[in-house]
């Protein structure tokens, strides 16, 4: 909780606070192992959550899309927005049905998008967003050209309004109930990589790359 | 698209529309592998999306949560609320960076949820909740009592206004593209369950359940 300045009453953490952090470190760690947040925006009074991917560069988010997309259309017009990233870490199996829980990391950002407009920001915020996702891979692929990034609509989201909600550990339950006769623990889950598929059309000679053969993420499966 | 009054203008997918399904059993399977959604609702025009569990029962979704909860508070005085659910199948590699994709199954439920009053039907949903995410759990674990039961609301959507999108496959890219010199394909990625960890307070004689060892959802890491 070094910066308390991040937390406002619209993100300080109503249910179960010992679980929320304030901190910078905490919510980056969370927002650099995972890649895919959802993203909130509201339409006529109804909210949209829509799932896509994002990367961070030193206190911003960027997020990218079709220019046609309903999301950036709004997001660029300066609606505000709720950006939630969530990593499921396991289930907990507490002997009170009461008690079972989850162990996750989740950080939500509230705020408004600005559209990069410089071509610099905008093809660096690419790169960064390609790196978060999968680094190494940029540099290996065909980059973008006029036409594609005319396309491409590319939003930045500062890191100002946040919280982090962390679970972790064995169950806790009733005191009464520990001698109830049942299993209680966690089984861990993480978003594993399975093995890679080639594309049906790639040529001879492409080797799986070492940044995907050996993929993994933060504390991935640690 | 058997049921194309699911369909509103509100869930109508704009972006990439032949990746988007309107029928019930393309959601349902997406709903049903899945145990974590994000819920979108606003207060005071600012939205905020939370992640939480859910189970689902025919046509309906359940949602249960401490009756103190920010999101329970403003489910229950009928805002208008988004569900989404997101699994995530894969990074796509193509040869072009902007082609780049991501293999997902995804839902999006819009509408009104309502508090559960009956306490038949709100034990019955709080076990279709425990059943989606842990099947075998609900009948091994110590059942609700009245002062848990009063503690926990339980709320019911149905399942009404939705659409789904997906993506699967290998890459497509530009024509012109395909002879560019770098691997190609798909890394797959699911949600996958490590070993279970004993909470250190266990007694002796209890042996990790089947249900626990051999978890998997779905067509997980098939």
């Given amino acids: 909780m070094s910066e308390p300045h991040t937390s406002t009453v619209r993100t300080r953490v109503v249910r179960e606070p010992h679980r929320a952090a304030y901190d910078r470190e905490t919510a980056y760690r969370i927002l650099d192992e995972a890649f895919l947040c959802h993203i909130g925006f509201v339409v006529e009074g109804q909210p949209y959550v ?3 991917s994002y990367g961070r560069k030193d206190s ?3 997020i990218h899309g079709s220019a ?3 999301m950036l259309r709004q997001m660029k017009a300066g609606a505000p927005i709720c950006l939630t990233v969530t990593l499921l870490d396991g289930l907990v199996l507490a002997r009170s049905v009461f008690n079972h829980s989850m162990n996750y990391r989740s950080v939500v950002v509230l705020g408004t998008a600005t559209l990069v407009d410089d071509p610099d920001e905008k093809l660096a915020a690419l790169r960064v967003l390609s790196e978060h996702i999968l680094p190494g891979r ?3 692929a065909r980059q973008p ?3 594609e990034l005319k396309q491409t609509s590319v939003l930045r989201l500062p890191i100002e309004e946040f919280s982090a909600k962390v679970r972790t550990g064995p169950p806790v339950d009733d005191e009464e109930d520990y001698p109830f006769p049942t299993w209680a623990g966690v089984l861990p889950l993480a978003l594993s990589p399975g093995t ?3 594309d049906p059309r790639l040529g001879p000679g492409h080797e799986v790359p070492e940044y995907v053969r050996s993929y993994r993420r933060g504390e991935f499966n640690s």
């Fill in 68 to 70: 046609a997309s309903r």
């Fill in 60 to 62: 911003n988010l960027y």
């Fill in 50 to 52: 829509i799932p896509t």
């Fill in 138 to 140: 940029w540099n290996e």
């Fill in 145 to 147: 050209n006029e036409r």
């Fill in 196 to 198: 890679p598929v080639a």
